[in-house]
């Protein structure tokens, strides 16, 4: 097999397709790499997306205004890690897409089109939200999701067609942040194959988003800014209440009474976006400090929660899971890290620098040599770990 040949641009390249840094292939020579990296400006740029055009919503001048906003948000986030955006989302480059048309081509794309809420399309050079009941919160929750995974280290590579289509070798996404996707030779052929760190992908960008919504200053109109507001301060007071019965009475709490409780920090830790009622809520606890109020209130979400009302950022598991592997991280490395925040860097630099290295060399020096391996094949690596060790 001839060594495989790359072109790579150590900084953005303005002649390259902003969300393509590397063509990796042993297929096609360097000047049919350029002439691909051509047409996958072109579409970048086009935005002519046909098979769309039947199924797409156009965009209300509201919904074009946050898409403009996420930019600032974007950089105002990274910029504070030291990592420089390098692809500004525009409005054209947004498709909201009717809900069953969105779910059918996920669904050929070999994802769970109901599970998923957005996507960002390498092959498409697009991103693609799926049409629903979106408040400005939720849409720009979105958004903000899919512009990270655009602005993240992105390449491709080749691989070969079934014998019935028009062209003899495909392009297929080879890394996207954190994700690798491997190829396999099966009779002769280069294939696409299994795709590693998914969902760890998937949880560094989606903290990101939660991240970024919940403690900049997002430019959304007054009244839902309002409510908002009200909301964040709501959800911290039920967040402590929930600690402090956890404290105080939670030996004596039955096993359902703990995953009902349980499941409700969850959700307002690690899942709410927009508390409905919660300026009510807050005005009742406010004029009586009664924790009956807070009572009620925990009640009241749970239905929500059960009935499916509650919006939430997504991968909340996957997240969960994120943040066990950057604590414990941490409390082994503590002559390394000052915080938390610091071992969630890394996972971040990562994705948008492309170099898996460091962190790699991290995770196999705190979990042992292999883990990174079995970290990208979707292996708990953190389950025979207390972070309570040192």
């Known amino acids: 097999m001839s060594e495989i040949r790359e072109t790579i641009s150590s900084s953005v390249n303005l002649e390259r397709p902003p969300i393509l840094d590397r063509i990796v292939s042993e297929r096609i020579s360097e000047g049919e790499k350029q002439e691909l990296a051509d047409e996958l400006l072109e579409k970048f740029e086009r935005q002519d997306l046909e098979e769309f055009k039947e199924d797409e919503i156009e965009l209300s001048p509201r919904q074009k205004e946050l898409i403009i906003e996420t930019n600032r948000l974007i950089s105002h986030a990274l910029g504070g890690m030291g990592i420089k955006p390098r692809t500004e989302i525009t409005p054209p480059m947004v498709h909201l897409m009717r809900q069953d048309a969105f779910e059918k081509f996920c669904n050929r794309k070999g994802l769970k089109g109901r599970l998923v809420s957005g996507l960002a399309s390498v092959e498409k050079q697009a991103i693609i939200i799926k049409a629903g009941k979106h408040d400005e919160l939720v849409f720009l929750s979105r958004v903000i999701h899919e512009a990270l995974h655009v602005n993240s280290f992105i390449s491709v590579q080749t691989v070969d067609m079934a014998e019935d289509t028009e062209q003899n070798v495909g392009i297929v996404e080879r890394r996207a942040g954190l994700r690798i996707r491997e190829t396999k030779i099966q009779d002769g052929k280069k294939l696409a194959g299994t795709m590693f760190f998914n969902d760890l992908d998937e949880a560094v960008v989606e903290k990101l988003t939660l991240d970024i919504i919940r403690n ?64 009510e809520f807050l005005r009742r606890y406010e004029e009586s400090s009664d924790p009956l109020v807070l009572e009620q209130a925990i009640s009241f979400y749970l239905d929500q929660e059960m009935s499916g009302v509650m919006t939430h950022f997504g991968y909340r598991s996957q997240r969960i899971g994120f943040e066990k592997l950057v604590s414990v991280i941490f409390q082994k490395n503590k002559e390394d890290f000052n915080s938390t925040k610091e071992v969630a860097a890394l996972f971040i630099k990562a994705s948008f620098s492309g170099r898996l290295l460091p962190l790699a060399r991290v995770i196999d020096r705190t979990f042992g040599k292999g883990s990174f391996k079995k970290l990208g094949e979707g292996i708990d690596i953190t389950a025979d770990f207390s972070e309570e060790k040192s």
């Open 216 to 279: 900049l200053n997002i430019r959304i109109s007054p009244d839902v800014k309002n409510s908002f507001e009200k909301s964040e301060k709501f959800r911290k007071i039920l967040i402590e209440y929930i600690q402090k019965v956890f404290r105080e009475k939670g030996k004596q709490m039955s096993h359902g009474e703990l995953l009902e409780v349980g499941n409700m920090y969850m959700v307002l830790n690690w899942g709410a976006i927009l508390l409905p009622e919660a300026d």
